[in-house]
């Protein structure tokens, strides 16, 4: 009988019967650089007392931010909402220098739960940016991890949000000219941008390295393999969470004959099942395995109790937490302060 992980790591059992069934895709939920700032929130508050404020989401999950809204971190949008001196803790996301130099002009104690690999992007900014590159940034206008990055190199970045804009986005000097992405995109249309960019401008450089983070590929590789044997897909995460909307694209495109999005179990519709015999599961990088387990068990109550988990990578990568939590309080090394509790 398969078991998954459920609650506070309890193992739930699914029972194998009939021939309704599951395909439950691995990697799935939380990645490294999520379970590292999901922390850091929950240890600042530990160590410091409600309440602790986070610029923006600190990832973008609402199950996430209710939980830790219950704990006592309040969610602002800018950095002046919080009150001089206070803790605050910048997302995952990562934030502009810009957005850093107004934290320190309030006197604000800030932590930085930033993933190490959007710093590795930024550093990337600043890098060709010094070198006088033009900046092609793949990604979404209005993404807190777009703003963040863009605003490493405001002058030397061009932000193009579409493979379409490939064809149409201007550049001072097609031999100094450079692209970067954000890292939760699919990885199809970011290449199909790349390489209608590279049709124009034959001299575009590639990044020093993948941009798009290991998590963002690992589950779309994963959706794939199952969606080509789904009647439908169903995508655990929130509307605002960019790697989980690709999901559910990327579902459509490799074969799912319908693929949809839900925060929570109780969204999933009968219509979507009904004539469905085969069902796929996943969830975005930002996702407790709670909230997949929750819609295994609803799945389990309309019959679709064979569960079988269809795994393309492992995942061990861990992060340390910020600097500013990883001594305790008296200043000695925190054992605990290890970020990417890996999902069994």
């Not at 999901?247 to 999005?261: F, N, T």
Request: net charge negative; with cysteine.
């Amino acid at each position: 009988m398969p078991r998954i992980p459920g609650a506070r790591g309890r193992l739930v059992d699914i029972p194998v019967q009939g021939s309704k069934r599951v395909l439950l895709a691995a990697p799935r939920g939380y990645c490294a650089g999520v379970d590292r700032a999901v922390i850091a929130v929950e240890k600042a508050l530990e160590r410091y007392g409600a309440p602790v404020y986070v610029r923006k989401q600190i990832v973008h999950n609402i199950h996430v931010v209710t939980e830790l809204e219950s704990m006592g971190a309040i969610f602002v949008d800018e950095v002046d909402e919080v009150p001089e001196g206070a803790h605050v803790v910048f997302s995952a996301h990562g934030v502009s220098p810009a957005v850093v130099n107004a934290a320190a002009d309030r006197g604000l104690q800030a932590i930085d739960a930033t993933c190490p690999l959007v710093t590795k992007v930024h550093r990337e900014a600043v890098r060709f940016a010094r070198d006088d590159f033009e900046i092609l940034l793949i990604g979404h206008d209005g993404h807190e991890e777009v703003e963040g990055t863009a605003g490493e190199a405001p002058d030397h970045v061009t932000v193009v949000n579409s493979p379409e804009e490939a064809d149409t986005v201007e550049v001072k000097d097609p031999d100094k000219v450079v692209w970067l992405s954000q890292t939760t995109l699919s990885v199809d249309e970011t290449m199909d941008t790349v390489r209608r960019l590279r049709e124009r401008f034959p001299n575009l450089q590639d990044p020093p390295s993948d941009d798009i983070c290991y998590a963002t590929q690992n589950r779309q590789v994963a959706i794939k393999k199952v969606a080509k044997d789904a009647d439908l897909v169903i995508v655990v995460g929130s509307a605002n969470s960019s790697n989980s909307v690709r999901l559910v694209e990327v579902a459509l495109e490799y074969g799912a004959k319908a693929a949809y999005r839900v925060d929570y179990a109780h969204e999933i519709k009968q219509e979507w099942l009904d004539g469905v015999e085969t069902v796929g599961v996943t969830s975005g990088a930002s996702v407790p395995e709670v909230l997949v387990t929750e819609v295994l068990e609803d799945l389990a109550g309309a019959g679709y109790r064979d569960v079988a988990e269809v795994k393309t990578a492992e995942e061990d990568l861990m992060f340390s937490l910020p600097k500013e939590l990883r001594q305790d309080r008296s200043g000695r090394p925190d054992d605990r302060a290890l970020g990417g509790r890996t999902r069994p």
